[in-house]
């Protein structure tokens, strides 16, 4: 009898574990083997230097470290200041890494959607969603691929305070949340989209022109070739850090704001839905609301606090590459500039509080205006700053006596000549990257 009681209860015990291990979700395919981490390559010495450079010069030195923003007085209650955690999966195995790390936040989120749009792993992502069996994580599936704009759609449809993006590379620490609650509570806080990662676009570069005109162009935002693109930050290829909270241009990767933000995505159509959801998000907060984009800074022996806890997962595998794609982003962000966007540079060197602004249409409209922009060039109490249509229309050195200037005025930024035609300054790349783009690939 004993020894027969004995098998059962082991067969039992046998039963048991096999039923626990069928619903632990790490048993599942996707899993099971966590994803290969790329090694994160270090530039040589110079590049790093020269990177290095123009990081400091984007850099606030008066904006908080983050136990500066803990210090902060908050107005956080959980009652209130719930959040919403949407992801987006495709084809990577992290949805394990990131279920568990959203689960595991010292402030949880009240919901977890996980989408799945056309995901060719759908079923195996599906499986192991459903094995946590936790009523905070709901699964959204749909044949139709949304690509990356999908989950900004949903966000509409949260009733929480906050949403937090996350792309399928981000693997947030357990105090992440409550710090991003935290900071976007504290009433000493601008109200801003919140981040881990963003990029810092390029200064225009001008290029000198016969007659003291100049040429204005924009550097691709991810200019790998040399030094003349933006920044990725932080990015350990250059050994650049974010030590104090950051304005940057873009977020990338992850967003938290307040869930109406979201709305302003929609504010304007996306110029193209292959890509750019990034650029967009930002460039519509800071038109529309005033919002800027900053990335949190962390603790450096903390990973608790890290909202990319492996972040050379991200770096390893960009779904932004390929030519075209790079391309289509460029112009994305030069059009928003012609549409009213605000790069981090342009705040960096403010106009003078008395500051008069004058475009002249040519030789023919500067002589016609020479009563009226004479006296206010001559001013000491104005500064007066006056740009010329150039071009076809005529070089800057040629048009400043119209207005009472000496053509040393063209070099001291008093005076301007740029190519305003529609298109004058902007590649062809754009286009070509347009047409190369008019059947992405799902990522």
Known sequence: MRVAALVVLAMLFLVFTLLRQ?????????????????????????????????????????QPTLKELLALDSQFNPALHTVTAILNHWSRTTICRQLDALRAQTAPPTHIWVCLFNSPRAEGIAEAVAAYNDSRVSLITGE?????????????????AFVLVLDDDMIPGPRFLSVLLHVATAPAQRPSLLGAIGWLLPRPAVRPRGNGGADVRFASYRALANNSGGLYVPDGAYDLLVERLLEVDYLCSLWFGRTEWFGLLWREPPPTFATGEDFHLSHMLRKHAGVPSRVLPVLFDDRSVWGDTE???????????????????????????????????????????????????????????????????????????????????????????????PPKACADWQLR???MRLGADVPDAPAAAAAAAAKPKAE
């Not at 139709?144 to 966000?155: D, I, P, T, V, W």
């Not at 050379?312 to 391309?327: P, Q």
């Open 311 to 405: 972040h050379a997962l991200a770096y390893g595998r960009y779904s932004t590459g390929g030519k075209a794609t790079i391309a289509l982003r460029d112009s994305l962000w030069w059009n928003a500039l012609l549409g009213g966007d605000a790069p981090h540079w342009a705040a960096q060197r403010p106009l003078p509080e008395r500051t008069l602004l004058a475009l002249v249409d040519g030789p023919d409209h500067a002589a016609a205006l020479a009563p009226l922009l004479r006296p206010l060039t001559a001013s000491k109490e104005l500064t007066a700053l006056i740009v010329f249509s150039g071009g076809a229309r005529g070089e800057c050195a040629a048009l400043a006596p119209a207005v009472g200037l």
């Open 417 to 419: 000549a740029l190519d």
């Open 144 to 160: 139709h691929n949304f690509k990356y704009f999908g989950r900004f759609q949903l966000a509409l449809a949260a009733k929480t």
């Open 22 to 62: 069928a619903r632990d979700p790490h048993k599942t395919e996707l899993c099971s083997k966590p994803e290969k981490m790329p090694k994160q390559e270090k530039m040589a010495l110079p590049r790093r230097l020269e990177r290095q450079r123009f990081f400091r010069e984007s850099v606030d030195a008066t």
